[in-house]
């Protein structure tokens, strides 16, 4: 089945520093990604939507210049956390949507820690 | 707007038993695609069972089976034979035929399963 591999799984920066998250799509072309955060016992928030070879699409809240988002090629997405903060310590998950109507896979999240 | 309410923040149920999860959603649109994902401790969102709206039979994967109101906007997941593995965060999703690619997540049902 389609298989989305993320990485890192779990990452601890300190505080200032920048982080990147990899979402590769492993036996399929994703034109179109999705990235989420999703903080303890709650749902899933939509940050942003990324489209191969365009820019990405932010929800509104979202500070586009902290959280870069790059879809460079059908097989890789990659958001990367600028000046990490304690409050950007949190769980994210990206996703890709299937062709056909098939649906989404998801990634197996990172979390990501802040101190 | 599309919105997804699950007012169900926890549920239990014995082992080998019968449990339901209600999902109410609202839209204007007439086509548009319906989800369960499972989220279990390992975080990993996997998919459920998903239900096209035009279609008026209700979906069934094995144990898992919806009862799908198109008229009610009712979309609820019925699990039967609880199993330990059932055990996880539910969460009912929608998303519109066209348009918007964005899955529309409720709050989810935290539904544990006791020996």
């Known amino acids: 089945g389609a298989v989305v591999s993320q990485h890192p799984s779990w990452v601890i920066c300190k505080s200032g520093t920048s982080v990147k998250i990899e979402c590769r799509s492993l036996?399929?072309?994703?034109?179109?990604m999705f990235w989420y955060r999703q903080f303890p016992k709650q749902s899933l928030m939509l940050m942003a939507t990324s489209n191969e070879g365009s820019k990405a699409t932010y929800e509104q809240g979202v500070e586009k210049d902290k959280f870069l988002i790059n879809h460079a090629s059908l097989t890789l997405s990659t958001l990367t956390v600028t000046s990490a903060h304690p409050e950007d310590s949190s769980f994210y998950i990206c996703s890709a949507r299937l062709g056909g109507d098939y649906g989404y896979t998801f990634g197996s999240g990172t979390r990501l820690t802040v101190v | 707007a599309q919105t997804v309410t699950q007012s169900q923040p926890e549920m239990s149920v014995q082992e080998a038993e019968t449990v339901t999860l209600s999902c109410t959603y609202d839209t204007s649109e007439n086509n548009y695609y319906l989800f369960w994902y499972k989220q279990p401790p390992s975080r990993q969102m996997i998919l459920v069972i998903r239900?096209?709206?035009?279609?008026?039979q209700n979906a069934t994967e094995n144990r898992f089976s919806v009862n799908f109101q198109k008229a009610a906007k009712s979309f609820s997941l019925k699990i039967s034979d609880s199993q330990l593995g059932d055990t996880a965060m539910y969460f009912c999703a929608f998303k519109a035929q066209g348009g918007s690619e964005k899955l529309v997540f409720g709050k989810g049902t935290k539904l544990t399963v006791n020996p």
């Open positions: 239900q096209e709206a035009y279609k008026q």
């Open positions: 036996d399929f072309q994703a034109t179109t």
